[in-house]
């Protein structure tokens, strides 16, 4: 069974550092791209970026850009979203999810809710 | 960027009725085009990819059609746990995915 096992919930303040993380088994972990979606509370969801974990190859949505990182470990079958500085306005539910062979995300983390507030 | 807009906002429709939902693309994603279901509390679950293609274990009452710039997603006859937000994706020459807004369908 494919599963995505994501991190726990974060509380931080602003300029804190984070870095969540999401862990794939059930398949082969370097075979697929697994993306990151931001849903912010009560609010729609928004694709982050992506990485195939076989090689690091890494895109990013011009949106997040600059604003987040996205890392793999696949001797660990672990994908990362990291914040160097975070705002209030990144506090959201992160989901990681995997990209099937159609074009769609396949398979999903339960998601790891970050709220950021002094 | 391809923005994807979804009709209507919000569905009101009673069980054992039948939903139509819909996806407008802003240019072709030729079949590049996938369905979620969300309910609260939960993250989203893939309904249909490639426009058309149901994801394992969906009903058969759950169909997508469509390509090029018009989706459709109708579910045949509504059972109550179907009432939830709808998202349709694209991934269209890779950058960047997007999702649409969302539909609600709620329980009149």
């Known amino acids: 069974e494919v599963q995505l096992v994501q991190s726990g919930a974060e509380v931080k303040k602003p300029g804190e550092s984070l870095k969540i993380s999401c862990k794939g088994s059930?398949?082969?972990?370097?075979?697929?791209?697994i993306g990151w979606v931001r849903q912010m509370p009560g609010k729609g969801l928004e694709w982050m970026g992506i990485i195939y974990p076989g090689d690091s190859d890494t895109r990013y949505s011009p949106s997040f850009q600059g604003q987040v990182t996205i890392s793999a470990d696949k001797s660990i079958s672990t994908a990362y979203l990291q914040w160097s500085s975070l705002k209030a306005s990144d506090t959201a539910m992160y989901y990681c999810?995997?990209?099937?062979?159609?074009?769609?995300?396949?398979?999903w983390g339960q998601g790891t809710l970050v709220s950021v507030s002094s | 960027e391809i923005v994807l807009t979804q009709s209507p906002a919000t569905l009101s429709l009673s069980p054992g009725q039948r939903a139509t939902l819909s996806c407008r693309a802003s240019?072709?994603?030729?079949?590049?085009l996938a369905w979620y279901q969300q309910k609260p509390g939960q993250p989203p679950r893939l309904l249909i990819y490639e426009a058309s293609n149901r994801a394992s274990g969906i009903p058969a009452r759950f169909s997508g059609s469509g390509s090029g710039t018009d989706f459709t997603l109708t579910i045949s006859s509504l059972e109550p746990e179907d009432f939830a937000l709808y998202y349709c994706q694209q991934r269209s020459n890779w950058l960047p995915i997007t999702f649409g807004q969302g539909t609600r369908l709620e329980i009149k």
């Open positions: 059930g398949y082969s972990f370097i075979s697929y791209w």
């Open positions: 999810a995997r990209h099937g062979s159609g074009s769609a995300f396949d398979s």
């Open positions: 240019q072709s994603v030729t079949s590049h």
